[in-house]
């Protein structure tokens, strides 16, 4: 994974940095040589001993014993580089201590056991939500030390409180969830009384996880000119395989599941992820087939009308995998809740085929089905940012599966930026839809609540919509526009959310009439105007204009359709590029 090749090239770094102070640490310049190998975040020498699944931050408090050099800057280096070495010997005897302790805790959701208190050992089981297990010891790495089956096991003290959870639908992180694990936390600062366990678990109460999503998807309902695989209505069990690219990695996962427009119960016998061969073949690892479950079971029923959050399981993988996720439906509703425009290759077929790779018949379809987000549990310094929008955020015009969305590659750039690569980037465009209007979830305005400040982790909007409200529009609807930003700002802002807007990009060929072009230009003018209600904006309208005439698009930029309206590959890959470039100033 991507976070064990950051742990290796940092031990490498800091190791060449110890044998620097060796022979210079006297020199005046200490300090100046120091730096770049301290200015790595704790989390990043961390991932040497621990992961995202099972998170346990470590700092040079932590390990201060180890080393003691005659300098400060010394000490800093000497003593995560020790950490680093520590981390990938296969030396338990000399790798940690353990303070004893007994104490009776539960887990807070499902997790696994290791047999030595970091994830470079074996796992030898796992425990489920609100299992009781009897505490007996606190290694110097922040896990905790357990019976387990007749002999011992560790697990990270992240997932260990002390008082029992009430076993529901995982939901994002609580208040009292965190108060629960505060306690367990202080607890184990009590019982510990050497100087480096009492760092490590100060340092863990310091480094918070949520939910954050890492991909998601706007529903819609099935129009009757939907065309649908003849086996989504057939009455059978069928088989579906759909893949998704997650922009955050993860070892701990959950799905929203939305039967939001169905008339019948959504019936899942079976739920399965893995990571995909291929965006283009239906093959999956089958080595890495994890199961998903809801409140304990692996049938998975969602009623008519309504959306479910799946348990917690623990599934590695890295940012930008292909991952697939195959559901054996039993019961299909009468209508189906789907997105329209999935831009990649999904299959279904009949029969129970959720774990095999025996889909020689299956049918090919390029809609999601159901899914409606994917979450991991991450470190609270980052976040979501979700971009809502129409067929421009959507990436109408694109070739399938070639994730060229302006989305897709603000979460290329995001990962490769060591300083943003907490964030992920959710795609909420829904082609064809206006953003004014209320009345459902077919709306920009409409969909505020569900697909802004619903989605786990939120902490930024993209606006880029109201190019079809310009479209319909009949007279000067320019006010309405910009009333209906600011409602949904204000919505954002309670929420705690903060919003930027996109200047809206030319109409094109269809869509162009001077009245348009007027509402564009005055909705334009407000939102990058100091009275803009927005906390930022992206000029994109003067970005991919004609330096002939703003009123149209760069021939480079716009797409085969020649429509004049939607972008080519290469210009929603340069608008991901501009607001990417915004992203790096503003959230910094």
């Given at each position: 994974?991507?976070?064990?090749?950051?742990?290796?090239?940092?031990?490498?770094?800091?190791?060449?940095?110890?044998?620097?102070?060796?022979?210079?640490?006297?020199?005046?310049?200490?300090?100046?040589?120091?730096?770049?190998?301290?200015?790595?975040?704790?989390?990043?020498?961390?991932?040497?001993?621990?992961?995202?699944?099972?998170?346990?931050?470590?700092?040079?408090?932590?390990?201060?014993?180890?080393?003691?050099?005659?300098?400060?800057?010394?000490?800093?280096?000497?003593?995560?580089?020790?950490?680093?070495?520590?981390?990938?010997?296969?030396?338990?005897?000399?790798?940690?201590?353990?303070e004893e302790m007994n104490a009776t805790m539960y887990a807070k959701a499902s997790v696994n056991v290791r047999s030595g208190p970091s994830t470079d050992y074996d796992r030898i089981g796992h425990l489920d939500?609100?299992?009781?297990?009897?505490?007996?010891?606190?290694?110097?790495?922040?896990?905790?030390?357990?019976?387990?089956?007749?002999?011992?096991?560790?697990?990270?003290?992240?997932?260990?409180?002390?008082?029992?959870?009430?076993t529901t639908t995982a939901t994002t992180t609580t208040a009292a969830t965190t108060a629960a694990t505060t306690a367990a936390t202080t607890a184990a600062t009590t019982t510990a009384t050497t100087a480096a366990?009492?760092?490590?678990?100060?340092?863990?109460?310091?480094?918070?996880?949520?939910?954050?999503?890492?991909?998601g998807s706007a529903m819609q309902t099935a129009w009757s000119s939907d065309t649908l695989p003849s086996e989504a209505s057939s009455g059978s069990t069928v088989t579906i395989r759909q893949q998704i690219r997650?922009?955050?990695?993860?070892?701990?996962?959950?799905?929203?599941?939305?039967?939001?427009?169905?008339?019948?119960?959504?019936?899942?016998?079976?739920?399965?992820?893995?990571?995909?061969?291929?965006?283009?073949?239906?093959?999956?690892?089958?080595?890495?087939?994890?199961?998903?479950?809801?409140?304990?079971?692996?049938?998975?029923?969602?009623?008519?009308?309504?959306?479910?959050?799946?348990?917690?399981?623990?599934?590695?993988?890295?940012?930008?995998?292909?991952?697939?996720?195959?559901?054996?439906?039993?019961?299909?509703?009468?209508?189906?809740?789907?997105?329209?425009?999935?831009?990649?290759?999904?299959?279904?077929?009949?029969?129970?085929?959720?774990?095999?790779?025996?889909?020689?018949?299956?049918?090919?379809?390029?809609?999601?089905?159901?899914?409606?987000?994917?979450?991991?549990?991450?470190?609270?310094?980052?976040?979501?940012?979700?971009?809502?929008?129409?067929?421009?955020?959507?990436?109408?015009?694109?070739?399938?599966?070639?994730?060229?969305?302006?989305?897709?590659?603000?979460?290329?750039?995001?990962?490769?930026?060591?300083?943003?690569?907490?964030?992920?980037?959710?795609?909420?465009?829904?082609?064809?839809?206006?953003?004014?209007?209320?009345?459902?979830?077919?709306?920009?305005?409409?969909?505020?609540?569900?697909?802004?400040?619903?989605?786990?982790?939120?902490?930024?909007?993209?606006?880029?919509?109201?190019?079809?409200?310009?479209?319909?529009?009949?007279?000067?609807?320019?006010?309405?526009?910009?009333?209906?930003?600011?409602?949904?700002?204000?919505?954002?802002?309670?929420?705690?959310?903060?919003?930027?807007?996109?200047?809206?990009?030319?109409?094109?060929?269809?869509?162009?009439?001077?009245?348009?072009?007027?509402?564009?230009?005055?909705?334009?003018?407000?939102?990058?105007?100091?009275?803009?209600?927005?906390?930022?904006?992206?000029?994109?309208?003067?970005?991919?204009?004609?330096?002939?005439?703003?009123?149209?698009?760069?021939?480079?930029?716009?797409?085969?359709?020649?429509?004049?309206?939607?972008?080519?590959?290469?210009?929603?890959?340069?608008?991901?590029?501009?607001?990417?470039?915004?992203?790096?100033?503003?959230?910094?």
């Open positions: 994974m991507k976070k064990l090749k950051k742990s290796l090239s940092l031990i490498v770094a800091l190791m060449m940095a110890l044998s620097v102070f060796t022979g210079c640490a006297s020199s005046s310049q200490d300090t100046e040589i120091t730096e770049p190998a301290v200015v790595t975040s704790d989390a990043e020498v961390t991932e040497a001993v621990t992961s995202t699944e099972e998170v346990t931050t470590t700092t040079e408090a932590t390990t201060t014993e180890a080393v003691t050099t005659t300098t400060e800057a010394t000490t800093a280096v000497t003593t995560e580089a020790t950490t680093a070495t520590v981390a990938t010997t296969e030396e338990t005897t000399a790798a940690y201590t353990v939500e609100g299992e009781e297990v009897t505490v007996t010891g606190l290694a110097s790495t922040g896990w905790y030390r357990i019976s387990f089956e007749g002999g011992e096991g560790y697990v990270s003290n992240n997932y260990l409180v002390t008082e029992k959870p009430v366990t009492t760092a490590a678990t100060a340092d863990d109460t310091s480094s918070s996880e949520i939910w954050i999503a890492a991909w997650p922009s955050l990695d993860g070892d701990e996962v959950r799905f929203v599941i939305s039967n939001e427009y169905g008339k019948t119960s959504l019936v899942i016998d079976s739920m399965e992820i893995a990571i995909l061969t291929s965006p283009t073949s239906y093959k999956i690892d089958t080595s890495t087939c994890t199961t998903v479950t809801y409140n304990g079971s692996t049938k998975i029923t969602v009623p008519a009308g309504k959306t479910i959050t799946t348990d917690a399981i623990s599934f590695s993988f890295d940012a930008l995998d292909d991952i697939a996720v195959t559901m054996k439906v039993s019961s299909m509703p009468s209508t189906i809740t789907l997105h329209r425009a999935s831009r990649c290759t999904n299959w279904i077929v009949t029969g129970s085929h959720v774990s095999d790779n025996s889909w020689s018949s299956a049918s090919e379809f390029t809609m999601w089905y159901f899914l409606a987000e994917m979450d991991v549990m991450a470190d609270s310094s980052g976040g979501a940012i979700v971009c809502l929008g129409d067929s421009l955020t959507d990436g109408a015009s694109i070739t399938d599966n070639s994730f060229t969305r302006y989305t897709d590659k603000m979460a290329e750039l995001l990962q490769a930026d060591s300083n943003l690569s907490g964030y992920s980037v959710i795609n909420m465009g829904a082609g064809g839809t206006p953003f004014l209007g209320t009345s459902d979830n077919s709306t920009g305005l409409g969909r505020v609540t569900r697909d802004i400040v619903e989605v786990a982790g939120v902490k930024y909007c993209i606006v880029y919509m109201g190019v079809n409200d310009i479209n319909g529009a009949a007279s000067d609807i320019s006010q309405k526009l910009i009333d209906g930003y600011e409602k949904l700002i204000k919505e954002c802002h309670e929420a705690g959310i903060l919003v930027i807007g996109c200047t809206i990009t030319p109409c094109g060929n269809d869509y162009y009439s001077e009245l348009h072009e007027q509402i564009r230009q005055t909705v334009n003018a407000y939102i990058m105007s100091s009275d803009s209600a927005f906390d930022g904006y992206v000029d994109l309208a003067s970005a991919v204009a004609s330096s002939s005439d703003s009123t149209k698009l760069q021939s480079q930029y716009s797409s085969w359709w020649g429509d004049g309206l939607h972008f080519s590959e290469s210009g929603y890959r340069f608008v991901g590029t501009t607001i990417y470039n915004y992203l790096k100033n503003f959230i910094s």
